[in-house]
């Protein structure tokens, strides 16, 4: 079974050929896992499909074993069987601590239980991503709440949350989906202002109200909860990914090739469609496929956002294509402080990319060449797999179990459109 942290394998690229071809892809990463987590809220069984073939379900899926949910998991046909019939409150520290998206599952255990133990999660290591508007809007429902370096606990006095008006410092993923799924068993109305917009956050909202909740304001920046008793069970189908969607465009179109992608949901990527077509990108969009072709890229300037803003889940792999446009194109990160982590590994490889603070520079085109570099995360590690596409020679990718969290079936799908790629053990590379 796929495990984010155990593999030592590396990926041996060589760069040259253009993608061409049909890929089929997956259920949202961002997406299963916290539809996962949401299982808690009712006792009767919650079915998934589309679950992607990723690292992190099958370690979400421990998550949740360790909580007393009865897990039933096939990657290999995308489903994904749970059932939280007397869930405990306390999670286990091991399997918590492999995963960030763990947090998710705070809030529903308070929702449902009136209490939550969780140790810290882990996860990318791409700046600080602390939970501290989680545990105030919890607060603010009337939970109390102890945190130390290892663990929190949540406690509702009364053994219920109490609906609150809360306002979220910034558009937090995390906090917006903990508070969403906290509100929808607590008692009278919760109302979550500057809340967080994207795809994901909006399929897990219409998994809820399938199981019985009361959510107004979807895809708005203020979502409106009025808590119900219980929910009961669901069958529900996992959104496409769109941040896998935007990876094999941007490699498309970075190889200069003609590739059809489908599963997407085009409307969820219209500002990187936007500037993938500002750099001279030709996509053809249909109701749930993109055509992506590329001769000759030009620069173009981005900057990340929360949604609908530039994903900073895409900025490494944008900065790999902006490495082969024609110009001088500027890169503002604005999420995660430690996503440009990735710069030094591409400049390894030829790149021109100068840093000032949460800006980067890039100076193209240049001529990458092959070398071994480290995939730091997920989205890094697909950006490495980028640059070795287009590299003279060959590159290894290590670390790619950070690539496994968030990518089904990579190499197979990147070797069918053409991609000379192969995933080998590290001690073959080593001899």
Same mark, same amino acid.
């Given at each position: 079974m796929?495990?984010?942290t155990?593999?030592?394998?590396?990926f %041996?690229?060589?760069?040259?050929?253009?993608?061409?071809?049909t890929?089929?892809?997956?259920?949202?990463k961002?997406?299963?896992?916290?539809?996962?987590?949401a299982?808690?809220?009712t006792?009767?069984?919650?079915?998934?499909?589309?679950?992607p073939?990723?690292?992190?379900?099958?370690v979400?899926?421990?998550v949740?074993?360790?909580?007393g949910v009865?897990v039933?998991?096939?990657?290999?046909?995308?489903?994904?069987?749970?059932?939280?019939?007397?869930?405990s409150?306390?999670?286990?520290?091991?399997?918590?601590?492999?995963?960030?998206?763990?947090?998710?599952?705070?809030?529903?255990? !308070?929702?449902?239980?009136?209490?939550?133990?969780?140790?810290?999660?882990?996860?990318? &290591?791409?700046? !600080?991503?602390?939970i501290? @508007?989680?545990?105030?809007?919890?607060e603010?429902m009337?939970a109390?709440?102890v945190?130390?370096?290892?663990?929190?606990?949540? /406690?509702?006095?009364?053994?219920r949350?109490?609906?609150?008006?809360?306002?979220l410092?910034?558009?937090s993923?995390?906090?917006?989906?903990?508070?969403?799924m906290?509100?929808?068993?607590a008692?009278?109305e919760?109302?979550?202002?500057?809340?967080?917009?994207?795809?994901?956050?909006q399929?897990?909202?219409?998994m809820l109200?399938? @199981?019985?909740?009361?959510v107004?304001?979807?895809?708005?920046?203020?979502l409106?909860?009025?808590?119900?008793?219980?929910?009961?069970?669901?069958?529900? %189908?996992?959104?496409p990914? &769109?941040?896998?969607?935007?990876? +094999?465009?941007m !490699?498309a179109?970075?190889?200069?090739?003609?590739?059809v992608?489908?599963?997407?949901?085009p409307?969820?990527?219209?500002?990187?469609?936007?500037?993938?077509r500002?750099?001279?990108?030709v996509? #053809?969009?249909?109701?749930?496929?993109l055509?992506?072709r590329a001769?000759?890229?030009? !620069?173009? #300037?981005?900057?990340?956002?929360? +949604?609908?803003?530039?994903?900073?889940?895409?900025?490494?792999?944008?900065?790999v294509?902006?490495? /082969?446009?024609?110009?001088?194109? %500027?890169?503002?990160?604005n999420?995660?402080?430690s &996503?440009?982590?990735?710069?030094d590994?591409? &400049?390894?490889?030829?790149?021109?990319?100068?840093?000032?603070?949460?800006?980067?520079?890039? +100076?193209?085109?240049?001529?990458?060449?092959?070398?071994?570099?480290?995939?730091?995360d997920?989205?890094?590690?697909?950006?490495?797999? @980028?640059?070795g596409l287009?590299?003279?020679?060959?590159t290894?990718?290590?670390?790619?179990?950070h690539?496994?969290?968030? +990518?089904?079936?990579?190499?197979? %799908?990147?070797?069918?459109?053409g991609?000379d790629?192969?995933?080998?053990?590290?001690?073959?590379?080593?001899?």
């Amino acid at each position: 079974m796929l495990d984010p942290t155990a593999s030592t394998d590396v990926f %041996r690229v060589r760069g040259g050929n253009a993608l061409h071809g049909t890929v089929t892809l997956s259920g949202a990463k961002n997406s299963a896992l916290k539809l996962m987590a949401a299982s808690l809220l009712t006792a009767e069984p919650v079915e998934l499909t589309s679950v992607p073939a990723i690292a992190d379900v099958p370690v979400m899926a421990d998550v949740l074993t360790g909580l007393g949910v009865q897990v039933e998991l096939d990657l290999e046909e995308g489903r994904c069987r749970l059932q939280a019939t007397s869930p405990s409150a306390h999670a286990p520290a091991d399997a918590v601590s492999r995963i960030r998206a763990s947090i998710a599952c705070l809030g529903p255990l !308070a929702g449902r239980l009136g209490r939550a133990r969780l140790a810290l999660p882990g996860g990318d &290591r791409i700046g !600080a991503r602390a939970i501290d @508007m989680h545990l105030r809007g919890l607060e603010a429902m009337g939970a109390q709440v102890v945190a130390s370096d290892e663990e929190v606990t949540v /406690q509702a006095p009364s053994g219920r949350l109490n609906g609150a008006r809360i306002t979220l410092d910034f558009p937090s993923v995390g906090a917006t989906e903990n508070l969403l799924m906290a509100g929808v068993l607590a008692d009278g109305e919760t109302v979550i202002d500057n809340a967080a917009r994207e795809p994901e956050i909006q399929d897990l909202a219409r998994m809820l109200i399938a @199981m019985g909740a009361r959510v107004h304001g979807i895809g708005s920046p203020t979502l409106e909860i009025d808590g119900v008793h219980q929910l009961r069970g669901v069958r529900w %189908r996992t959104c496409p990914d &769109r941040i896998e969607a935007g990876t +094999y465009a941007m !490699a498309a179109a970075v190889t200069g090739g003609d590739l059809v992608i489908s599963n997407v949901r085009p409307g969820e990527l219209t500002l990187p469609l936007m500037k993938l077509r500002a750099a001279g990108v030709v996509i #053809d969009e249909h109701e749930d496929a993109l055509r992506v072709r590329a001769d000759g890229l030009t !620069a173009v #300037d981005v900057v990340t956002l929360p +949604y609908p803003g530039f994903p900073t889940d895409l900025q490494p792999q944008m900065m790999v294509l902006l490495s /082969q446009a024609v110009g001088d194109a %500027r890169c503002t990160e604005n999420v995660f402080e430690s &996503r440009f982590s990735f710069v030094d590994e591409l &400049r390894r490889m030829g790149a021109e990319i100068e840093i000032t603070g949460h800006h980067a520079v890039i +100076y193209g085109p240049t001529r990458l060449h092959g070398t071994t570099l480290s995939g730091l995360d997920v989205r890094a590690g697909a950006a490495g797999v @980028m640059a070795g596409l287009v590299a003279e020679g060959e590159t290894i990718v290590r670390d790619v179990h950070h690539i496994d969290r968030g +990518y089904a079936h990579l190499v197979p %799908r990147l070797r069918s459109l053409g991609a000379d790629i192969e995933r080998l053990g590290a001690a073959v590379t080593d001899a």
